[in-house]
């Protein structure tokens, strides 16, 4: 009776202390090769809603918890761990004065746009070759002038109000860095949406209310929220691209699901079809 | 055990046979050994056989690093969450932080946050935007930790995109139907699979979306009004939250799956293998009801991300949808986005006949 009560005893201890053994073992060997990749990682940086248009960086917030996961087979931002990462107030916007204050924000487009501090420096500083101050062109056609157009592809097919608009309908006429308003005032390229809103008034009704775009983090109508401003998803010199059917720029998609057990491809059913 | 068995002289050693089946069919079996033993012997066996038992549990409990096994122990006893109360609630957070703290490295936290007064969640999606690039899919599996592996049934995935052909419909196939020549009785379009979803058309794969002769429809969890998985499930753990999501408490999911096949939106799945999530992978933000890790056999579906939406954190899917076509909000706050979808578009239910009245809704420009 005793003999047996002692043997199960010691059983139990000596299989609670293999037990720990093992754990810590395994725990040791699971932990060496997750530090190793971690050094070895360069700074991953992921595109968010179109390729070309915002980036962003991956860090980590806090242990374990990144500012954003980036997609291993597209680039593609998939995971937002702090929605207001590098964003700014967006400013006066007609129609959203009932916001809090600082509850809008977006990402500032301009740090991105590498050349938009040289344009008003470099070659539209008002001082031209052959006149000071320049004159402007006498009739509306787009000029090809090289040096712009190797800066900016999209302008050797410009597919924007096809043809019925040119470049200083958008962009300002003595300040090339900003866009123009109806009353030729300047506009950031912060606020694109107050310059697109000139056409397309449904659409800015839209994204003022939330239906049209996109909005990240909170999900309250008065809420802080990062919004997703017009250049961040179209491309205003491309948004008839040719390759396209259903008004947004063709993407990589993401990896498939797994396909049902029993199933080749995806073409199941096109090859083997229901008979009648 | 067995009568045919002779007594032995040495009464610790037929004891805990005895013992050991107290249930037995025919308590005439067991009378036979009994008179072996005194009362005594019986207890004091008895009483060794269990403090040992408890020595050997305490030995794998109170190991500083082993608090799986504490977690476990104490997951036996606890109620259905909706019968906790509130400190049983605590307790049982307290003890899966704990679990899976050690189990993935990393300081996880479990939230109880219950349901928000004045919020009931609603969700709205443009078919007319969506392109198929699956990133809403990809993001939710980031969020909340479904199984990643690569071997059959261990890689979950809440949202489906569905693809829909667009068809054609062609002169020279007008005489090519049943009967042959006449193509009366079924015409020779009759196999076009204009906006038709094919079973394998779920994996479509292309260089670049969004395709010509496609349009693309996400499906998940529609977190119905009127839930048939809730009707169904005999062991209650699943059921509606007041702020609107219909949640499952993995712990008492018994893996019947009676759930999934009363789900009209295939929105269900089962972990029929132990889960794959990688300590790096995971996420360790979590909800009780929500994204904490689950187990082998119990069933997971959407719950609109409720460790962000309790928190007024828009769910996973809606911010990293890059064409902006999931919007999310209060359904009784008139200014929130669904709210204003409703009142201004052209709004559907998907298989609204079924009277299950989901709160996610599909509309277009």
Request: net charge positive; aromatic share 8%; proline share 9%.
């Amino acid at each position: 009776m005793k003999k047996i009560a002692i043997f199960t005893v010691a059983l139990a201890l000596c299989g609670g202390a293999l037990y720990a053994a093992f754990a810590l073992n395994s725990a040791q060997e699971e932990a060496a090769p997750t530090l190793a990749a971690q050094e070895a990682k360069d700074p991953l940086v992921c595109f968010e809603s179109r390729k070309g248009a915002s980036e962003v960086e991956q860090r980590e917030i806090k242990p374990g918890l990144p500012n954003v996961k980036c997609s291993p087979t597209t680039g593609a931002a998939l995971w937002y761990g702090d929605p207001f990462d590098g964003t700014v107030p967006m400013g006066k916007m007609p129609g959203l004065e009932k916001l809090p204050e600082g509850h809008a924000v977006v990402k500032p487009r301009s740090e991105k746009l590498a050349i938009l501090p040289m344009c008003g420096t470099a070659c539209h500083n008002g001082v031209g070759p052959s006149a000071n101050p320049p004159a402007l062109p006498k009739d509306k056609r787009p000029t090809a002038i090289p040096v712009m157009e190797s800066l900016v592809p999209d302008l050797k097919d410009l597919q924007h109000g096809r043809g019925r608009i040119w470049c200083l309908d958008c962009h300002h006429t003595t300040k090339r860095d900003k866009l123009v308003d109806h009353f030729g005032d300047p506009i950031s390229f912060d606020q694109p949406q107050l310059l697109c809103g000139k056409c397309h008034g449904d659409k800015l009704r839209d994204w003022r209310d939330g239906i049209h775009g996109k909005r990240i983090g909170e999900f309250a109508s008065d809420g802080k929220k990062r919004w997703f401003t017009c250049t961040e998803c179209h491309n205003p010199h491309n948004v008839q691209d040719g390759e396209r059917n259903r008004g947004f720029i063709q993407l990589q998609p993401e990896p498939p699901p797994q396909l049902p057990n029993g199933m080749k491809d995806a073409r199941h059913e096109l090859v083997h079809p229901v008979a009648h | 055990m067995t009568p045919a068995q002779p007594p032995s002289l040495d009464s610790s050693q037929t004891q805990p046979s005895c013992s050991a089946t107290p249930a037995s069919a025919n308590p005439a079996q067991c009378g036979s050994c009994a008179p072996k033993t005194s009362r005594r012997d019986f207890l004091k066996a008895g009483g060794m056989l269990s403090l040992s038992s408890l020595m050997g549990t305490g030995a794998l409990m109170t190991h500083s690093d082993d608090a799986h096994a504490a977690a476990e122990w104490g997951e036996h006893f606890q109620k259905n969450y909706r019968l906790m109360t509130e400190q049983e609630k605590i307790e049982a957070r307290d003890r899966l932080q704990r679990r899976y703290s050690a189990e993935y490295g990393k300081p996880v936290s479990v939230d109880i946050t219950g349901a928000q007064p004045g919020v009931l969640m609603g969700y709205a999606l443009n078919i007319r935007k969506c392109i198929g690039c699956r990133r809403c899919v990809h993001a939710c599996v980031a969020e909340n930790n479904q199984s990643r592996g690569t071997r059959p049934g261990e890689k979950i995935e809440w949202i489906q995109v569905l693809r829909m052909e667009r068809g054609k419909f062609e002169a020279e196939k007008m005489d090519h139907g049943y009967p042959e020549g006449l193509g009366i009785q079924v015409g020779g379009n009759a196999y076009t699979p204009a906006g038709q979803v094919l079973e394998g058309q779920f994996h479509y794969n292309p260089e670049a979306v969004p395709e010509k002769d496609a349009t693309y429809m996400p499906i998940a969890c529609m977190q119905c009004e009127k839930p048939p998985c809730v009707k169904v499930c005999p062991v209650r753990t699943t059921y509606r939250e007041g702020d609107g999501p219909v949640v499952i408490d993995y712990n008492w999911c018994i893996g019947c799956r009676m759930c999934m096949g009363a789900c009209p939106y295939w929105a269900r799945r089962i972990n029929v293998t132990t889960p794959v999530l990688p300590k790096a992978e995971m996420n360790p933000v979590t909800h009780y009801l929500g994204n904490r890790p689950r187990m082998r056999g119990v069933v997971e579906k959407c719950h609109w991300c409720l460790q962000r939406t309790r928190h007024g954190r828009y769910p996973a899917c809606v911010e990293v949808c890059p064409v902006g076509a999931r919007k999310f909000g209060n359904l009784l706050d008139p200014e929130s986005e669904v709210s204003k979808v409703l009142e201004r578009k052209n709004v559907f239910r998907l298989k609204a006949d079924l009277n299950t009245f989901p709160k996610f809704f599909y509309f277009y420009d």
